[in-house]
């Protein structure tokens, strides 16, 4: 990534002002990119009062991340330290801010600083915060992820539960669980972390399944201190963990997404067998037993999933919910499950991209009618009409087949090739153009049709035309185009 190919300022613009929005991994990363670069005039704006993103909104028991941890790191910062494979998320919040520490960038962010508004005027952006802060910038870097509003099923009578109800992302710790009737609602990648986590400690666990989840069995072993040890003696061992984890997810699970039908049958294989194998009792195994293809929703990876179900506390729930009332939820037969406590696991609108934050470009058109059909980028990182404006981890990212972090490293060595055409003087404003954006949308929808995302059931990752926001390539196709930008796909001005 440090090493990403930049062209040489000739006449540099010392004077080049940044706003990058958000402080979560991609907005970190930014800002660590732009003072490699000597690009240090710019300011991280954050609505919260933390760095962090995901990994400071959710801190549900059982938070981990499903991606292997020598892989969901910085590739210029391995880390030697992670406690396990897979590791908890607090381990990851705290990565985050430690090397958020160590580059000195956490001093450049402005906390509890909601950009409310971003317009482009004579040639800049003018942005406003909810309370009234002004700045004015050449660049706006959005880094403004994508799972950070919370969804609130519309159930009836949500709001007349009488104990505790908090959606997964805002974990009320205040709430008993110990000795609890506890219920669930959702069998998305959350609730599954969640239900192992607390089945020993609530007196019952009730978890409401609407749809039905295959499993993938990924073991989750700690690394021993002698582990850490070799790892922090020998970089070059993490370096090669780094690289087989990568190559282990290109190679497979990327690959079996957008049409691999060899590597998705032995997916598919590993998940059944899970299933037949490790849930025991017939009727629970059908009422687990999903209707479409593995990985057509995001894939889950458990070997504690099965085995919590199977206690003798937890209850699988799979009649429709008709209402919650004060005592608990209703079920459409009629039936009562009495709550002490109400999670919703009920997942996140992925497709807000930097809204509710009003952007508005060229002759004063908005992001909003930009995108009132569909949420079309240029290469995921930008926009026809708005110059100047890119985005982190945006429309159509590889996120459902791979680690995030390595994507936003691609896109921000993108973005800063095209920020230096302007800090070398080459032009004062790059966008791309319609043309080039239509035609890789279009290539987008055509390629989708390829993929196991299409191939049949309800997910997030579908917008509201049912097209998976996701990109329907190969990784290594992703890494090759995402090299350098085409420049005769961009208006230059
Ligand atoms: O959310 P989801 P999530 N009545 O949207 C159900 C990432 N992640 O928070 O399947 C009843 O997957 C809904 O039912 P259905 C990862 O990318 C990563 O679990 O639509 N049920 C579904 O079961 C993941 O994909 C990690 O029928 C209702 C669930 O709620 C993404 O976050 C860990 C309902 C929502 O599942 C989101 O996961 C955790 C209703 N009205 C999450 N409305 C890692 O480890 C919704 N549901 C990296």
Redesign the pocket.
Known sequence: MSSAPAAAPKAARSDLRFAVIGAGMSGILTAIELKKRGLGNFTIYEKADRLGGTWRDNTYPGL????PSHVYAYSFELNPEWSHRFSPGAEIQNYFEGVARKYGVDRDIRFNSEIVRAEYQGGRWQLETRDGHRDTVDFVIAATGV?HKP?H???EGLDSFAGPCFH?ARWDHSATLDGQRVGI???????I?IVPAIADRVAKLSL?Q??AQWVLPLPNPAYSEGEKAMYRDKPELLQQSYVHWTRRFVDTFARAVVGDQDEMAKIEQACRDNLEQNVHDPDLRERLRPNYRAAC??LIMSDTFYPAMQKPNVDLVTES?ERIEPAGVRTRDGRLHALDVLVL????DGHNFVRPMQVVGEGGRELDQAWAQANEAYRSVAVPGFPNFFMLVGPNSPIGNFSVIMISEIQIAYILQLVDLVRSGKCDAVAPKAAATARFNADLRAAMQGTVWVSGC?S?YLDKNGNPALWPWSFERFRQEMQAPDLSEFELT
């Open positions: 981990s991340c499903d991606v799972l969804v099923p519309a159930i997964s609602i959702g069998t998305g990648s959350t609730a972390q409401f609407r749809t929703k995001r919910i696991a009920t997942g996140f309800r997030w």
